[in-house]
């Protein structure tokens, strides 16, 4: 069974422009979560979808978006790039709609902003 | 609000020598809790859960007890190698209509021959 991936693996990118970062979760897993991860901060959750509807949001100004399509793969969006927007970004599919579900995760989108 | 406080880094340790990597959780109700580990280069994977209070979560050697009264979900294992060298990583969920999940920062754990 393929796992969660995450499209581009690299990514630079300049003060002001825009980003867009796809995941494509497991096969039948209909909850995709976001997660962004620095050094300073550990990992901090962005958003999570579950069946084209967005059901948590975390603590990101809006201009950190994101959206999920009917075959479950998932997009997120940052505008007007910051320096403190480099990060690695991490996608998380999971097959459980309770908290008791395991997240399984990709191998991250790594974000430089210049 | 819910959050997860766990042991700063980095940590050096001797092949079979005994880890312990603290980790302490603030919940408003009655959390799930994991232990996830990336591995150099790697994606983050599940390495135990508990889903209640005085469960135990082993695999591969390690383990961790879900403590109510101390509010603790301390990782463990009896004696290293050099391939635990990785990032550990606390997490709660409470997500009762979601998955959304509390990490702590990590703790990185070099194991040395």
């Known amino acids: 069974k393929a796992g969660v991936t995450q499209t581009p693996r690299y990514l630079i990118k300049t003060r002001g422009q825009q980003v867009t970062l796809s995941c494509s979760p497991i096969?039948?897993?209909?909850?995709v979560s976001w997660y962004q991860q620095t050094p300073g901060q550990g990992l901090q959750f962005l958003f999570e979808?579950?069946?084209?509807?967005?059901?948590n949001k975390g603590n990101f100004p809006g201009r950190f978006s994101g959206r999920q399509f009917s075959n479950s793969r998932s997009e997120m969006n940052v505008s007007t790039l910051e320096l403190g927007d480099s990060a690695l970004y991490l996608c998380?599919?999971?097959?459980?709609?309770?908290?008791?579900?395991?997240?399984?995760f990709g191998e991250g989108s790594r974000l430089t902003v210049l | 609000g819910n959050s997860v406080t766990q042991m700063e880094g980095p940590v050096t340790l001797s092949e079979e020598a005994f880890l312990t990597i603290n980790c302490t959780y603030t919940?408003?109700?009655?959390?799930?809790l994991f232990w996830y580990v990336q591995y150099p280069g790697e994606g983050l994977q599940l390495l135990l859960k508990?889903?209640?209070?005085?469960d135990k979560g082993s695999n591969k050697g390690f383990e961790a007890t879900y403590r109510k009264e101390t509010t603790s979900f301390h990782l463990e294992k009896g004696s290293v190698q050099v391939s635990d060298s990785a990032v550990y990583f606390c997490?709660?969920?409470?997500?009762?209509?979601?998955?959304?999940?509390?990490f702590g920062t990590g703790t990185s754990l070099t194991v040395i021959p």
């Open positions: 096969s039948g897993h209909r909850s």
């Open positions: 919940a408003t109700g009655y959390p799930s």
């Open positions: 997490a709660l969920s409470e997500g009762f209509t979601g998955n959304q999940f509390y």
């Open positions: 508990a889903t209640k209070a005085d």
């Open positions: 979808y579950f069946s084209e509807t967005q059901r």
């Open positions: 998380a599919s999971s097959s459980r709609q309770g908290n008791t579900g395991e997240l399984f």
